[in-house]
Every structure is written in structure tokens, then in C-alpha cells.
């Protein structure tokens, strides 16, 4: 079960007892949305002694600065192992189309290429200059709509990766981050918390489904990517390393839709009571 205030965890027993309020009494007003554990297991840091944390055996509540339940005996210890011992909860995810870097790594050499074939045009000289023109316009135009695709393809699977690792809790949401990225000059900074971050964001994911493997989500490959592209001159050396980037963690965010499909299968397969 989880508790509707704190949002924590706990198993329910049959047996517990709730605690009368002259045993513990309340701290004055209601606690702040914050849970007694951190992600890895790790406990929070106890300078905060006058909030509230929770039993997960008896539910009884007492301040943080307690090394143990006072009701049950509990050590906070045992709670954070518990906590981390426990495998992580399936959870709808929205639907995500993997194909998109593929299709953006194929249309922007592409591009280049069309881009490229308008001097090979006119060095061959085949025919009158007017036609060799109007070949000239075709290829420019036709290259700009190939990368224009591929820009397509990247922006929005770049929102629905976000979409995917989203939690309610999140100061930005998918559309926003994406969205800001179209600001002139705060885009220049902006674009580190969106590629790194969401690299970031899915080892965190991976972390939790399988904590003892290593996962590569392209943090370095998107982090210089990032980089290079406030370099003059260097913006197209940037598109490849972002595409290279793309397709790392679309490889990573399939990793987590199979994790997840598998524990949704199992808990299919074996029903919580």
C-alpha cells in the first residue's frame, strides 16, 4: 500500500494496531509532500529532526531524529534496506515510436547529399544553364524538406522520451522543455538540461530495474554534442554526435519498455491479493 500523504510504501499487515495520539503526539500542521527515503535506499539527511517519518511494519508515525519505531522497534535502518530491497512497480507508459532516430539518422546525410549534388550539377554542365537551374532549385528545395523531416522525427522523439520519463512531481513539463528549446540565445543553455538530462533521467529508470548492471545512455555522446555546438564552424560535427546520441538512448529507453512490459507481465501472472 502507500500512504496518501507521504506517498510512501509499506506493506499492510492484518494486524496492525494505529497508534493513539497521546502516544506520539503530531507535529503542528501537516508534514511537507517528502518521504522518509531517498532513491538507491539511501536515507535522507537528518538535519530536518522535527519532521515526520513512518513505519513501514505499523504505519506509526515519529520524528526523523528517532533511530527506531518507537511503537514496533523497527530500526530506521532495517526500513531504508527494506525499502531497497523491494523490486520496482510496473506503470503505464505512454506510447513511444523507437523508429524516429533511425528515420532522422537516414534523412540528414540525405539531405546532405541532395544538398551537395547542386555544384556537382553545375560542374557537369549537361544541357542548357536554364535547365541546370531548375535542377539546382529541385535539389535545394528537396534537401531542405529531407532535413526538415529529419528535424521532425528528432524534436519529437526527443518529446515523447520526456513524456516517458515524466513524473507528476516535475517542475517542467514534456512540452515545455521541448518548447524552450526554440528560445533564441536561452536555448544555448537549455539544451544541456534537455539532452543530458534526459540521459540522466533514464539511467535513473534503469537504475531502479536493474541496479547492478551498467547502463549507457549517451550522457558524454549528448554532453559534447552539446558542447561543440556553441563552437563556430563545428554545428554539423554537432548534428552527427546528436544522432549518434538519439540512437543510444532510444536503445536505452527500449531496455526500459522491456523491463517494464516484463514486470507487468509477472504481475499478471501473479496477482497481489
Known amino acids: 500500500m502507500q500512504c496518501p500523504k507521504c506517498g510512501i510504501d509499506f506493506e499492510a499487515l492484518a494486524?496492525?494496531?494505529?497508534?493513539?495520539?497521546?502516544e506520539v503526539p503530531p507535529p503542528p500542521g501537516p508534514p511537507p509532500y517528502e518521504g522518509a527515503y531517498t532513491s538507491g535506499g539511501v536515507s535522507a539527511p537528518r538535519a530536518n529532526a522535527g519532521m515526520a517519518m513512518y513505519c513501514i511494519d505499523c504505519g506509526a508515525r515519529?520524528?526523523?531524529?528517532?533511530?527506531?519505531c518507537p511503537v514496533c522497534g523497527l530500526l530506521v535502518d532495517e526500513m531504508l534496506d527494506e525499502r531497497a530491497r523491494r523490486p520496482p512497480r510496473p506503470r503505464w507508459l505512454p506510447p513511444m515510436r523507437t523508429h524516429l532516430p533511425i528515420m532522422a539518422a537516414v534523412l540528414f546525410?540525405?539531405?546532405?547529399?541532395?544538398?551537395?549534388?547542386?555544384?556537382i550539377v553545375y560542374e557537369m554542365r549537361l544541357g542548357p544553364r536554364s535547365m541546370r537551374d531548375v535542377f539546382a532549385v529541385f535539389f535545394c528545395v528537396t534537401a531542405g524538406a529531407v532535413e526538415l523531416a529529419g528535424f521532425v522525427c528528432a524534436i519529437t522523439w526527443l518529446y515523447q522520451a520526456?513524456?516517458?520519463l515524466a513524473r507528476e512531481d516535475e517542475d517542467y513539463s514534456p512540452g515545455l522543455k521541448i518548447g524552450l528549446l526554440f528560445v533564441p540565445f536561452f536555448n544555448l543553455y537549455w539544451m544541456f538540461v534537455v539532452v543530458p538530462g534526459l540521459?540522466?533521467?533514464?539511467?535513473?529508470?534503469l537504475r531502479q530495474h536493474a541496479p547492478g548492471r551498467p547502463h549507457n545512455t549517451g550522457w558524454a555522446v549528448g554532453l559534447v554534442g552539446c558542447i561543440l555546438m556553441l563552437i563556430p564552424y563545428l554545428q554539423p560535427v554537432a548534428l552527427c554526435i546528436f544522432v549518434?546520441?538519439?540512437?543510444?538512448?532510444?536503445?536505452?529507453?527500449?531496455?526500459l519498455i522491456r523491463y517494464n512490459e516484463r514486470l507487468l507481465d509477472d504481475e499478471a501472472m501473479d496477482p497481489v491479493p
Open 109 to 119: 546525410p540525405l539531405g546532405l547529399i541532395l544538398f551537395l549534388g547542386v555544384p
Open 62 to 68: 515519529f520524528p526523523r531524529s528517532e533511530d527506531a
Open 199 to 205: 540521459s540522466i533521467a533514464l539511467q535513473r529508470e
Open 162 to 164: 520526456w513524456r516517458l
Open 244 to 255: 549518434a546520441w538519439m540512437l543510444i538512448a532510444n536503445n536505452a529507453i527500449q531496455r
Open 15 to 22: 494486524d496492525a494496531k494505529p497508534v493513539p495520539p497521546t
